[in-house]
T-cell receptor, first 114, second 113 residues
Framework: SQTIHQWPATLVQPVGSPLSLECTVE??????LYWYRQAAGRGLQLLFYSVGIGQISSEVPQNLSASRPQDRQFILSSKKLLLSDSGFYLCAWSASGHGTDTQYFGPGTRLTVL | KNQVEQSPQSLIILEGKNCTLQCNYTVSPFSNLRWYKQDTGRGPVSLTIMTFSENTKSNGRYTATLDADTKQSSLHITASQLSDSASYICVVRTSGGSYIPTFGRGTSLIVHP
């Protein structure tokens, strides 16, 4: 069966510090991968998605970046965190294709920038 | 612009009661509509999926309806339980090959004993 992992589960970082969140998927090949952010009381905001290794599409201009160094690994990064980067970050995967399949979400990372 | 609007924003009910959550969308062309349940501090989990030709889909005590003509969907929860306390998110996809779904902001449901 497929599983999706995210770490760390929680993170507290000072403003201006770097960020690296990791997401890995097991039990499937060539998945579509997604990074979402969910601010308190708000809906899910798509940040990045990837349909293959090295292929990243950005939906929202910001100081975050994403990379996909391996087929089932998706990394969210920042060189300098802002207070507004605080939120709940979710990684998700769906079967390859036109993205019409169900998205399966990871457990999330709670990021607090102080 | 593709949009998904959910109502109410929040809802409090007593255990054992029924409730209905609403979702209106303007996504076009329409492919499918999903309802997700998101427990606090967890990732969303899919409850139901409906395509254009489906009017009703059930998953245990959850029943989703879809009216593609009026672009409305509802999620009915029967005999609510404390574990139903969560955020319920309506998500709509287009049929244009887009990888990007349109998410509603969710309805926060609290079930009190």
């Amino acid at each position: 069966s497929q599983t999706i992992h995210q770490w760390p589960a929680t993170l507290v970082q000072p403003v201006g510090s770097p960020l690296s969140l990791e997401c890995t998927v097991e039990g499937t090949s060539n998945p579509n991968l997604y990074w979402y952010r969910q601010a308190a009381g708000r809906g899910l905001q798509l940040l990045f998605y990837s349909v293959g290794i090295g292929q990243i599409s950005s939906e929202v201009p910001q100081n975050l970046s994403a990379s996909r160094p391996q087929d089932r690994q998706f990394i969210l990064s920042s060189k300098k965190l802002l207070l507004s980067d605080s939120g709940f970050y979710l990684c998700a995967w769906s079967a390859s294709g036109h993205g019409t399949d169900t998205q399966y979400f990871g457990p999330g990372t709670r990021l607090t920038v102080l | 612009k593709n949009q998904v609007e959910q109502s109410p924003q929040s809802l409090i009910i007593l255990e054992g009661k029924n409730c209905t959550l609403q979702c209106n969308y303007t996504v076009s062309p329409f492919s499918n509509l999903r309802w997700y349940k998101q427990d606090t501090g967890r990732g969303p989990v899919s409850l139901t999926i409906m395509t254009f030709s489906e009017n009703t889909k059930s998953n245990g005590r959850y029943t989703a309806t879809l009216d593609a003509d009026t672009k409305q969907s509802s999620l009915h929860i029967t005999a609510s339980q404390l574990s139903d306390s969560a955020s319920y998110i309506c998500v709509v996809r287009t049929s244009g090959g887009s990888y990007i779904p349109t998410f509603g902001r969710g309805t926060s449901l609290i079930v009190h004993p």
